[in-house]
């Protein structure tokens, strides 16, 4: 069976705090993507990054940090010098080699207040 | 212009009406999905779509149809809307090919459905 787990249903921080989300997933696929979205309050998704199973380097983007270990099955998200504008919900998602299916985790809720 | 687009954006509609979300995009992919998100639960896939001649049910399908009219367009039906089918439909695509290697969706901005 596939699973995501965001544990954390909302968290608030003080702008420029640091804030990192965390992502649990469960496969038994030996090739997978791992996915992170954002959804601000108009309600669009995002696609902000993704990481493949077989690519275990860490990406920096920016203010944005991703820290993939198989592991632990954990891909965390981080959020440098947080700004009200990172305000949304965030989901991370999988999909295993092919299959058609990609499973969401039920998101974080991010507000970060001035 | 987005690449991927819904409409309406917005509806309420009355118990018992027909009821078509409609999704166009211009990325040129080949897979489309409709899903469904309320609160606390994230996205749930109702239907997706390989290409034009495939299509198949995903995990709360019941009281919903789909249509796939050409590769850039794909349609979701609620036959006679009830109340619980109240929430945010989303449509995405992706790409198969495995040139690109990226199987990232995108999703279309939207549309917010109320069932009174």
């Known amino acids: 069976a596939q699973k995501v787990t965001q544990a954390q249903t909302e968290i608030s921080v003080v702008e420029k705090e640091d804030v990192t989300l965390d992502c649990v997933y469960e496969?038994?696929?030996?090739?997978?993507?791992l996915f992170w979205y954002k959804q601000p309050p108009s309600g669009e998704l995002v696609f902000l990054i993704r990481r493949n199973s077989f690519d275990e380097q860490n990406e920096i983007s920016g203010r944005y940090s991703w820290n993939f270990q198989k592991s632990t099955s954990s891909f965390n998200f981080t959020i440098t010098a947080s700004q009200v504008v990172d305000s949304a919900v965030y989901f991370c998602?999988?999909?295993?080699?092919?299959?058609?299916?990609?499973?969401f985790g039920t998101g974080t809720r991010l507000k970060v207040l001035a | 212009d987005a690449d991927v687009t819904q409409t309406p954006r917005n509806r309420i509609t009355k118990t018992g009406k027909r009821i078509m979300l409609e999704c166009s995009q211009t990325k040129g992919h080949d897979r489309m999905y409709w899903y469904r998100q309320d609160p606390g639960l994230g996205l749930r896939l109702i239907y997706y779509?390989?290409?034009?001649?495939?299509?198949n049910k995903g995990e709360i399908s019941d009281g919903y149809s789909v249509s796939r009219q050409a590769q850039a367009k794909f349609s979701l039906s609620l036959e006679s809307a009830i109340p619980n089918q109240t929430a945010l439909y989303f449509c995405a695509t992706s790409d198969s090919s495995p040139k690109r290697n990226s199987y990232e969706q995108y999703f279309g901005p939207g549309t917010r459905l109320t069932v009174t």
């Open positions: 779509s390989f290409d034009v001649k495939d299509i």
């Open positions: 496969t038994r696929d030996t090739t997978y993507y």
């Open positions: 998602a999988l999909r295993a080699s092919g299959t058609y299916k990609y499973i």
